[in-house]
């Protein structure tokens, strides 16, 4: 489809801005490219979710100023409660909007030669890495409008580069905050592990209010090169008003590994992919995701793993709540290409539904161009099962307890994989929030 | 409140339109221990379900009291608060959930707000008990009853009711499935909730369980109704003899109500 859209921004925009923020020209240029194509590329088409009357595009402006958290002490509580202060601050980015704010990286960390820094200026400082990384393995500008949006108009995100054989043992953090609507949080956090290191990142996406608006156009790339491993967690949670199209993917070289621990806890309508390339032979993607919805909510979650190398090992597991009037899609993918043998692609997805007019949709695919591999699926959707209820409440635990203890044990296997105490905490009591 | 006592009058049970109990009378009292026996089919466990409250199961007619309150009307969990225990059958598994948290969120259910166990007098208690019933340590940390084999499940029954302490507790086939050793241990766990304060329903219907818990009364059911009652040498007598003479003597050619429903 090719109507001509009205954007609320045009080419001399875009060339302004990134020469405001000092990019160099191949970032600019990039910019200017994705942006000539938006018109000629399709939305993404989430698989039984018709997206076709949201707003991801328009918004009124393209960044604003926010107060920096440039100390942690002054951050509003909220936010201190992700951070886990009693061994005090390591490695920490904080960003408000589009505002750059609070960095932290150990000294031991530096001199390894670790980057950990907002995404311009690694544009500008980093410019090698980035250049090559950037939408270069991962996402791909052209691969629907959205990225080709992502890609031209992004304003915010995170950097980090963990050189060869380098083993960061204290997790890396990032939060995002947002709680102007007038600017759209089109952030993008690029991961790069080379040879043989490996490190743990959690990222927050966080609302600092319920009244909150906008739309959040979000990427995060992980790059794991050969025998790297990769832990990422993250806990989303972005508020009613808030219209999200979030992208995490992966890629794997050789004898490479990614888990990722998805704490999915918008309120918001909300697009989800999370897709992992397996390309390199011996390489491991485990993704983990819990949702809750809940009020009127439409979420749409496609999780895919694609077998490219031989001998790849790929593992999904997703479950959610759905409550109240919300809907909630389950896509789970295992693609097997050719030549990816004696790969095996596992997958489950579980929904459970708390109300009458709740909505889930839990559909296992598995696609192979391969004889000798392995693969398997489970997928059920289903209610709070009254037996389990009535044994629990048998000891004298009331009926609201009851489920409420069904429920985080049915969401347990994935909080329990988040990697930084404050955050798995903070997962927990958004949980409980929402399922009351 | 060291006297509880448990009527059951003219109870009448239904299970999808069905009627399985067909007029039980019973009382049990703190300090007594009752056996239910009688074949497969012929109510026992029905009787247990439709006085905890499975969903299932509904009473037609009749009465259940507890010190003269109406069973019957409470939730299921307020029953357990007013201090009912049903060792199942069949236990659930609650997928996530340590069996620590579940029983403390058990204990402090009936405790109340403000007044929760200390977390140590609780691990002690636990650790205790355990230790009693021969548990390995780690099955705190289990998640309940999930991948249990059907022994470990039998003892972890025991372990709640030796944690929450009822009032009166009814043991549904607690010794099916088990070996002599497990048995044995299970007994042990039983035994020890032995004293004036505590009455207990026993329903199996192998002897060999009562071989280890002698009960003060033995009750026989058929065709939905306690046809026969008397001390435990009514127990001995059905181990030797089986159960065909109590046929013959009340006349019963078919003893079934059901065919057994898994809970």
């Not at chain 1, 100390?71 to 980015?93: A, Q």
């Not at chain 1, 621990?261 to 918001?268: F, I, R, V």
């Not at chain 1, 290409?337 to 889930?360: F, I, P």
Request: glycine letters at 8%.
């Amino acid at each position: 489809m090719t109507t001509q859209i009205q954007y609320p921004f045009d080419q001399g925009f875009i060339e302004s801005f990134s020469s405001q923020n000092g990019e160099p020209n191949w970032f600019k240029e990039r910019r200017i490219d994705a942006f000539t194509k938006m018109d000629q590329i399709p939305m993404p088409k989430p698989d039984k979710t018709k997206i076709t009357n949201w707003n991801f595009i328009e918004f009124k402006q393209h960044s604003v100023n926010s107060a920096p958290f440039s100390n942690v002490e002054e951050l509003p509580e909220s936010l201190r409660r992700l951070i886990d202060l009693e061994g005090g601050i390591k490695n920490l980015y904080i960003q408000h909007n589009q505002t750059a704010g609070f960095l932290s990286l150990t000294d031991e960390l530096k001199d390894q030669g670790v980057i950990f820094t907002d995404l311009i200026t690694a544009v500008k400082n980093h410019g090698e890495l980035v250049e090559k990384y950037f939408m270069t393995k991962g996402v791909k500008p052209d691969e629907h409008r959205l990225a080709a949006f992502h890609a031209a108009l992004v304003n915010g995100g995170a950097f980090l580069y963990i050189p060869k054989n380098v083993q960061v043992t204290e997790p890396i953090q990032s939060i995002f905050v947002h709680d102007n609507g007038d600017a759209p949080l089109i952030n993008h956090v690029l991961i790069v592990a080379d040879e043989n290191s490996s490190v743990t990142y959690v990222e927050n996406y966080i609302s600092l209010n319920d009244q909150t608006t906008g739309i959040a156009n979000i990427i995060t790339e992980v790059i794991a090169l050969s025998n790297s491993r990769v832990r990422v967690g993250a806990v989303d949670t972005l508020a009613k008003g808030v219209t999200t199209y979030v992208n995490r993917r992966g890629y794997t070289d050789r004898d490479a590994q990614i888990e990722w621990a998805l704490g999915m806890m918008n309120d918001g309508h909300t697009i989800s992919e999370n897709e992992t390339n397996l390309i390199g032979e011996g390489s491991v993607c485990d993704t983990k995701t819990v949702v809750i919805g809940r009020g009127e909510q439409i979420q749409n979650f496609t999780t895919e793993v694609r077998h490219f190398g031989k001998n790849t090992e790929g593992t999904i597991l997703k479950h959610g709540v759905v409550k109240d009037r919300a809907t909630t899609v389950f896509n789970g993918i295992g693609k097997i290409e050719h030549g990816a043998t004696k790969s095996n692609a596992q997958q489950e997805s579980r929904v459970l539904m708390l109300s009458e007019k709740a909505r889930g949709d839990a559909n296992p695919i598995l696609l192979i161009d391969e004889d000798d591999v392995l693969a398997g699926h489970a997928a059920s959707v289903g209610r709070v099962d009254p037996i389990q209820l009535y044994y629990l409440m048998s000891r004298g635990i009331p009926r609201e307890e009851a489920e409420r203890l069904i429920i985080h044990g049915f969401l347990e296997p994935v909080v329990s994989q988040l990697p930084i105490e404050g955050v798995k905490k903070q997962l927990i009591e958004v949980i409980e929030r929402k399922v009351q | 409140m060291a006297n509880t006592t448990l009527t059951i009058k003219d109870l009448h049970v239904a299970i999808d339109g069905k009627e399985i109990l067909k007029g039980v009378n019973l009382e049990i009292k703190s300090g007594e221990f009752h056996a239910v026996m009688g074949p497969n089919g012929t109510g026992k466990s029905t009787l247990a379900s439709a006085i905890m409250g499975h969903p299932k199961y509904e009473v037609t007619k009749g009465s259940v009291t507890l010190d003269g309150k109406d069973v019957l009307e409470m939730e299921v969990d307020e029953r357990a608060r007013a201090g009912l225990f049903l060792a199942m059958q069949y236990p659930s598994e609650i997928s996530g959930v340590t069996n620590s948290d579940f029983l403390r969120s058990a204990i402090n259910a009936t405790r109340g707000e403000g007044n929760e166990i200390p977390l140590m007098k609780f691990i002690k208690k636990m650790d205790e008990k355990m230790e009693l019933l021969d548990i390995d340590l780690n099955m705190a940390q289990r998640y309940v009853n999930e991948g249990f084999s059907g022994g470990e499940k039998k003892r972890n029954e025991i372990l709640q009711l030796l944690m929450l302490d009822p009032k009166i507790a009814i043991l549904d086939e607690i010794d099916s499935g088990l070996d002599i050793d497990a048995l044995k241990v299970v007994a042990k766990g039983i035994n020890s909730m032995r004293n004036s304060e505590f009455g207990c329903l026993i329903i199996t219907h192998y002897q060999r369980l009562l071989n280890y818990i002698t009960p003060d009364y033995v009750h026989v059911m058929m065709q939905g109704r306690i046809v026969k009652s008397g001390g435990p040498e009514l127990a001995r007598r059905l181990e030797a003899e089986g159960y065909d003479w109590i046929k013959k003597e009340l006349g019963i050619e078919d003893e079934t109500v059901e065919v057994e429903q898994e809970a």
